[in-house]
């Protein structure tokens, strides 16, 4: 019994280190692959991990956290200067 409340203590304290907190629930980014390349009608080498991140962090309301916004927006405008230049 004491085993599994140091075991539940020592997940808290680790999980409150987590700053950017994903949203997947059991589905992984593996599974989020496949669901982005079924989407997308992408590869696997096409679809950007930048874009796996981005998506893994979307709220169930559809917007992200304020910490979250921040990498985000840093993430669209560096694919937008990317489709511009090239």
Do not use: C, P
């Not at 950017?20 to 593996?30: C, E, I």
């Not at 962090?57 to 917007?63: A, C, D, H, Q, S």
Request: aromatic letters at 10%; a positive charge; zero cysteines.
């Amino acid at each position: 019994m004491f085993l599994m409340q140091d075991r539940s203590k020592k997940g808290k304290r680790l999980r409150a280190h987590n700053k950017y907190n994903h949203h997947l629930s059991r589905k992984g980014y593996a599974n989020l692959l496949v669901e982005m390349m079924q989407e997308t009608g992408k590869t696997e080498e096409e679809i950007d991990r930048a874009m796996l991140w981005k998506k893994a962090r979307v709220l169930k309301t559809g917007g992200f956290q304020k910490d979250v916004r921040v990498i985000v927006d840093r993430i669209v405008s560096f694919f937008l200067f990317m489709s511009y230049v090239t």
